[in-house]
């Protein structure tokens, strides 16, 4: 009993242990899904980490689910833009 409870409670909390995910495509396609405005879903890619598929197939995928070209845009952009260290701290 006790060791179904701890289970129970570690798949609770397990999402809040992750931290914060990175987006991918699929991520971008369920804020498309959603209604979510051009605009706020291209603020998001740029303003959080992600790993995209801007291959061909990736991208047709985007535009199949109803992504604009503005959201594609912005995915091509990022996944183009290597990722930046963080800054190093002074001790």
Known sequence: ????????VFLVLS??????????????IKLVKAG????LIVST???QPGVYDASPDGLI??????????VVA???VKASTPPTAAPAQIP
């Open 45 to 47: 890619i740029s303003a």
């Open 74 to 76: 912005s995915i091509v």
């Open 1 to 8: 009993m006790r060791k179904t409870f701890i289970a129970l």
């Open 15 to 28: 999402p809040f242990l992750a931290g914060q995910q990175s987006l991918n495509n699929d991520a971008v």
């Open 36 to 39: 979510l405005s051009d605009d």
């Open 61 to 70: 995928a985007l535009k199949a689910a109803g992504a604009s070209d503005k």
